[in-house]
């Protein structure tokens, strides 16, 4: 109860709260950041397995609990994922199957997390990852990056946060808001240095393998962490982004050090005893060899094009908009400015809204507790292409004739 009421108190304004609120009534719903969503009659026509269908193998099964770490072959299909170009296959029991990568997250955190360690957390990023183990009595550093270096971490100023007692660097990658990748190279030093330290790394991973404007040539291409030969590793991930099946509230934990994964497992018998068999069942079709490439071929030309969109309206609206191109995901951090001073992008959310029904969300509000980031909106622009072209229909005309409406965002005193 006290970690849950700590963990409000640190929200000012949070993501999921603007989601909640508004998600229902946007026309162009152009801050969800998964890929537009898919039913299991749309993975059927992707699937090469098409006569086979996940839902009436089910039909007629006993709706028990099912499997309890997650099914054999969901299990299997990701350890197989994990295994793709390491020397060392990664064995299905290092899964552990969770509802969605936010559980998965918080097990972990619970699980590792406790008064007295020291945990540093890429900023900004997915306010879980840093309020959670500050609810749970930890320390918490925030590793920032800015726009001004494209949003890359910096290993000299990791070196400067590390203190005796760190237990646990976490990193999101890909990045969510900015799209921002970690390439290889840091990920490497990341390795050495947490390596030499005995300190624990956690990537969260849910944005995994959604990279559109990076290919795997390209030596800076990021593997998962897990795939780099550090036994301390630990990865979250999730069917919800780059597979478009949030509705399914399937996720894992993943890791090298079967210890993390007994403690996680023995930490969920106290809030969820299994996932659902439907769920699982899907999400083993979607996964396996006979859909998974068309899957995220499909999602990875759709964020390529729907990209490609946002790129034209930003280069149209240099006067008021900057950005770093995202690399990877499904969102895109753009700063709004009026004559240089950024806008306050709160009222610029609402008003947007309210005016034309195009739903962005505040990154001083979602992203850095109402100081950091203003004049940032995160768009999420994989949805159907048809919503994102209309929303940024929506938006020119708003930039005509709504933006001077705008105010700039107030400095506190
Ligand atoms: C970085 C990050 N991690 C985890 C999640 C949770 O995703 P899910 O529980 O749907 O897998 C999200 C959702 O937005 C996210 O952005």
Redesign the pocket.
Known sequence: MVKIEAFAVEQVLDCPQWMDKYETIAKYNTAE?CCASLSVDDLRELSEDKDSNPLARLQSAKLTYGAIRGSDELRGTLANLYSVKTPTPLPKDNILITA????A?FMLLYTLVGPGDHVICHYP??Q?LYSVPTSLGAEVSLWKTDASNGWQLDLKELEKLIRPNTKLIII?NPQ?PTGAIVPHSTLEELVDLAREKSITLFA?E??RPLFHNITPMDKEFPPSLLSLGYERTVVTG?V??AYSL?GLRV?WIASRDPSIIEACASARDYTTISVGQIDDAVASYALAPTCIHNLLRRNIDLARKNLALLETFIESHRWACEWVKPRAGTTAFVRFTKMGKPVDDVAFCEMLLDRTGVMFVPGSACFGGGEEFPGYVRIGYVPETEVLEQGLEALKAFMEDGYEDVPVKKKKT
């Open positions: 950041t969605g990568a936010i559980q997250n990023t997915y879980q999101n969510n969260d849910v944005y999730s919800s982004k949030a996720g």
